[in-house]
């Protein structure tokens, strides 16, 4: 993988909107609430084996540093919050900052072997272009890791059934999101872009637990308000329960 130095060698006038994030001093301030979430949910699907990673959306570095504690790898990230970019730069190799949806990415064809993109289609204009952009960069048997929020979510079937659809400052309708995806539909989004999956999992909160006890017959039936599903099997239940959908896919 480039480093930053090679890529802005290579980067002409056009792609002004790119720039290396400047590390931030160390005894400049309290960095402590940046390192606060470093994903393991998503670090456990990353390869151990990935040595050149490109993560969209690296915020200030936690899941980068967790995973370059891991293994050896060459880590860059991509960020648009400078001051975020700027603690990031202190624990991964290289951070640019710009914004991924003015054009293409600032990365050759088959540059990367793992790309990280917790997060971030969500908060995308055009998602389904930009996993075009990433199976351009991703080498032959690499790995993309996504994830998405679940917008099948029974919290969210509830609320359309009390006829609220309310944003907030975070969760599932954090109100910087622009697009919104099942399980379905993230997964056809993959494979429209030239991926295959290899695995699915899912987040819940802990009040869902409960529904995803495939053995209770109770959960065959999910009464909200005025609204009953009936004979619900397990990928429906799923569905319900998920907070959240993380895949890992491979260029087909």
């Given at each position: 993988?480039p480093t930053?130095?090679?890529?802005?060698t290579?980067?002409g006038p056009?792609e002004e909107?790119w720039r290396?994030?400047?590390?931030?001093p160390v005894?400049s301030t309290?960095?402590?609430?940046?390192?606060?979430?470093?994903?393991?949910?998503?670090?456990?699907?990353?390869?151990?084996s990935a040595?050149?990673v490109?993560?969209?959306?690296c915020?200030a570095g936690?899941?980068?540093s967790?995973i370059?504690?891991?293994q050896n790898?060459?880590?860059?990230?991509?960020?648009?919050n400078?001051?975020?970019?700027a603690?990031?730069?202190?624990?991964l190799?290289?951070?640019?900052?710009?914004?991924v949806?003015?054009?293409?990415?600032p990365?050759?064809d088959?540059s990367?072997?793992?790309?990280?993109c917790a997060?971030?289609?969500?908060?995308?204009?055009?998602p389904w272009?930009?996993?075009r952009e990433?199976?351009?960069?991703?080498?032959?048997?690499g790995?993309?890791?996504?994830?998405?929020p679940?917008?099948?979510?029974?919290?969210?079937?509830?609320?359309l059934?009390?006829?609220r659809?309310?944003?907030?400052?975070?969760?599932?309708?954090?109100?910087?999101?622009?697009?919104?995806?099942t399980?379905s539909t993230?997964e056809?989004?993959?494979i429209r872009a030239?991926?295959?999956i290899?695995?699915c999992?899912?987040?819940?909160?802990?009040?869902?637990?409960?529904?995803?006890?495939?053995?209770n017959?109770?959960?065959?039936r999910?009464k909200?308000?005025r609204l009953?599903?009936?004979?619900?099997?397990?990928a429906?239940?799923m569905g319900?329960?998920?907070?959240?959908?993380i895949f890992s896919?491979?260029p087909?």
């Amino acid at each position: 993988m480039p480093t930053t130095t090679e890529l802005l060698t290579r980067l002409g006038p056009s792609e002004e909107r790119w720039r290396p994030a400047e590390p931030l001093p160390v005894d400049s301030t309290d960095t402590s609430q940046y390192f606060s979430h470093p994903r393991p949910e998503i670090v456990q699907v990353v390869p151990e084996s990935a040595r050149n990673v490109l993560e969209l959306g690296c915020a200030a570095g936690a899941m980068g540093s967790a995973i370059k504690q891991r293994q050896n790898c060459n880590y860059i990230g991509i960020e648009m919050n400078s001051d975020a970019a700027a603690v990031a730069a202190r624990s991964l190799d290289a951070v640019l900052v710009g914004d991924v949806e003015t054009g293409p990415l600032p990365l050759p064809d088959q540059s990367v072997d793992c790309i990280v993109c917790a997060d971030v289609l969500e908060h995308l204009a055009d998602p389904w272009r930009m996993l075009r952009e990433l199976r351009r960069i991703i080498q032959p048997g690499g790995t993309i890791v996504v994830s998405v929020p679940n917008i099948q979510n029974v919290d969210i079937v509830q609320a359309l059934v009390n006829g609220r659809w309310d944003y907030l400052d975070a969760g599932i309708l954090d109100r910087t999101h622009l697009r919104f995806f099942t399980r379905s539909t993230i997964e056809e989004a993959l494979i429209r872009a030239d991926f295959t999956i290899a695995s699915c999992g899912f987040t819940m909160l802990s009040q869902h637990a409960p529904m995803v006890d495939f053995t209770n017959p109770a959960n065959k039936r999910i009464k909200l308000g005025r609204l009953t599903f009936e004979d619900l099997n397990q990928a429906e239940l799923m569905g319900l329960a998920a907070y959240q959908w993380i895949f890992s896919a491979h260029p087909s």
